[in-house]
């Protein structure tokens, strides 16, 4: 568990009572149904814990129930476990919860944007209008290469999920699915069709993205605290600015799954925790990346499991090295690039001095370095760089490295911008 992400649900993981158990359980999550409540006008905790499944279902309420219950989830993990993650992401309307939960929206504001997210998606398809089906034991190729074959202008069918290399989910217009998938069955395909209220990203959604991008210019987004991978790109937000453009396209678009996933291995990712009802994503990632091991909050045994690895990754850590210590180390075996005396004296020597200093007294009260001091620490890194004449690509390196061996990376995003700027 030395590098952990988050994974969110997204429609379809809907099921009553959904949440509450954590809402009776803990107060974090109590507050946020309450919330949720409170920016909806509308008892979405009574609709969630005792409301009919299939009033439930419908997409304006599924998506502000399921981002609700999630958020909620999150709320807990952080006060039982407090890993916060390299990375995460969400899957469709998931990558609204993961953008949260990583601060770049506001709760309140989330809610009532995913419930006009699902209404506009409702409104844009006529009932009985569009239909979606998962395909599976097929190439993802030739999936793509039928439904091309398939689709005209007045009758669509595309990939929309890339869910894993077993799994394609198709969406477009009904005769157009149903055409298509009829071809995948006598390929020997296994095709199911989805239990859902409109062809979800599809080109059919661009009215429906249209009316969402003018609502979503609406809203504030803050700074990231740890990076969240969009469905469109399956890479990591590089900023804000992208929020609206992202989330606009995500909604015709399908969405980039196992990208995503194999982006969380090429970073090192080696545990997964799915926050949200059910466990879907847990699962797909067993078929996207087997070696990543999973865990889904909304399972008792998985909870117990995950906070019994936490528990020993906090002991594991307090014995370690200190990002305090780390520093001191890669500063003192730099190599130098700068022969000025007056300048090494006053970039490298006494920042490092005072530093040693520090790490004395935290060994004398035998405790762990404060954020304060290590923010410290890594000022002085920076100026024993910038005086040596490391190369940029050696410092993000080192840097990269120091976070990784002490699991501090989620501390210092905004130190590391600093860094490449």
């Not at 974090?28 to 279902?57: H, I, P, Q, S, Y």
């Not at 395909?189 to 009215?207: E, W």
């Not at 200093?357 to 405790?367: A, D, G, H, L, N």
């Amino acid at each position: 568990m030395n590098k952990l992400a988050l994974l969110f649900p997204g429609q379809g993981a809907q099921y009553v009572q959904m949440g509450k158990k954590l809402y009776e359980e803990f107060g974090a999550a109590k507050e946020v149904f309450e919330e949720a409540n409170e920016a909806l006008g509308f008892d979405l905790k009574r609709l969630c814990f005792e409301g009919d499944l299939e009033e439930l279902t419908k997409t304006e309420n599924a998506q502000p129930a399921i981002l609700t219950a999630s958020v909620a989830a999150f709320k807990v993990y952080m006060d039982q476990v407090g890993v916060l993650p390299v990375c995460a992401a969400g899957h469709s309307l998931g990558e609204y919860t993961a953008l949260t939960c990583s601060g770049a929206i506001q709760f309140g504001d989330a809610v009532k944007l995913v419930k006009q997210r699902g209404r506009f998606m409702q409104e844009a398809a006529a009932s009985g209008l569009g239909l979606m089906a998962a395909v599976g034991d097929l190439d993802i190729k030739l999936i793509e290469e039928e439904c091309r074959k398939a689709s005209s202008i007045d009758n669509i069918v595309v990939v929309s999920n890339y869910n894993s290399p077993s799994q394609t989910v198709i969406s477009g217009h009904k005769e157009a699915v149903e055409k298509v998938g009829q071809r995948f069955v006598e390929m020997g395909g296994i095709v199911t069709y989805l239990n859902v209220s409109a062809p979800f990203h599809s080109p059919i959604m661009q009215v429906a993205a249209d009316r969402l991008k003018e609502e979503l210019v609406k809203y504030k987004y803050n700074n990231f605290k740890f990076p969240v991978i969009s469905n469109f790109t399956a890479l990591p937000y590089e900023s804000t600015e992208k929020i609206v453009e992202n989330l606009t396209k995500q909604l015709v678009a399908p969405v980039q799954w196992v990208s995503s996933m194999q982006h969380l291995a090429k970073i090192g990712v080696d545990t997964v925790v799915e926050l949200g009802p059910k466990n879907i994503l847990r699962n797909l990632m067993k078929k996207n990346i087997s070696s990543i091991k999973g865990y889904a909050y909304d399972n008792s045994d998985d909870v117990e499991a995950l906070l019994k690895e936490s528990k020993k990754l906090a002991e594991d850590r307090a014995n370690g090295p200190t990002v305090v210590t780390r520093c001191m180390a890669i500063a003192v075996c730099t190599r130098n690039r700068n022969w000025n005396n007056d300048e090494y004296k006053k970039g490298v020597i006494e920042p490092y001095k005072k530093i040693e200093q520090m790490q004395e007294q935290i060994e004398e009260s035998s405790s762990r370095p404060t954020l304060e001091q290590m923010e410290a620490a890594l000022k002085m890194l920076k100026s024993v760089f910038d005086t040596k004449h490391t190369p940029i690509e050696e410092q993000i390196e080192r840097f990269n490295q120091i976070f990784d061996e002490t699991g501090t990376r989620h501390l210092f995003n905004d130190f590391k911008m600093q860094v490449m700027d």
